[in-house]
């Protein structure tokens, strides 16, 4: 294999026709900040228990060295549903991480496995071999996205994040191009 592979990948608006994974802008982040004090979005996920407004301004407008993508969704016009995103691991192999959030007014639609989906599309076409995510063991609803969107489970990482102090177990998921 030849590693003329250069990260970030292109960032490109993505759309299965009713989902679109747009950049996220300064209008989400009222919407990004009610995510991100919801009960599963603490129970799961590195946000600070004390999320501000500020900080969530902060997340829609900087520059980061990952791709990240604002769910839309025709059933809520403009409004943010969710976010995914892709952390580059290892260039040499090139694989990336993919990591994602629903909005609580969108849960439950398959929003969130179609936009792994599209991401992981877009990962492969754009030279990127292994797609990872990672779950805590008992996150049923964002082990069930990586199940629906056809990542095959690879096994329990032990202890594999400081989780607010506390070490978690990770449910290992993966989907290669190749696959």
């Known amino acids: 294999m030849t590693n003329d592979f250069t990260w970030p990948i292109p960032f490109a608006e993505l759309s299965d026709g009713s ?11 009222d919407d990004i900040y009610l995510c991100a004090i919801d009960d599963r979005m603490k129970k799961y996920t590195q946000v600070p228990y004390e999320y501000t ?10 520059q980061t060295s990952h791709i990240v993508f604002a769910l839309q969704c025709d059933e809520f016009g403009e409004r943010y549903c969710g976010n995914i995103e892709a952390r580059l691991v290892d260039a040499s ?12 007014w969108a849960r439950g639609r ?22 990872e995510v990672r779950a805590a063991v008992d996150n049923s609803a964002s082990r069930h996205v990586a199940e629906v969107a056809g990542c095959r489970f690879e096994g329990i990482m032990r202890h594999g994040e400081n989780l607010h102090g506390k070490l978690q177990d990770l449910a290992v998921y993966a989907k290669l191009a190749a696959d």
Do not use: W
């Not at 407004?53 to 900087?62: G, K, Q, Y």
């Not at 398959?110 to 030279?127: T, V």
């Open 19 to 29: 989902l679109t994974l747009r950049g996220l802008k300064a209008s989400d982040a």
């Open 110 to 131: 398959g929003l969130q496995a179609r936009a792994l989906e599209l991401l992981m599309k877009h990962c492969f076409a754009n030279g990127i071999n292994r797609v």
């Open 53 to 62: 407004r500020e900080m969530a301004l902060d997340f829609a407008t900087r």
């Open 93 to 104: 192999i090139p694989s990336v991480s993919i990591g994602y959030n629903t909005a609580p």
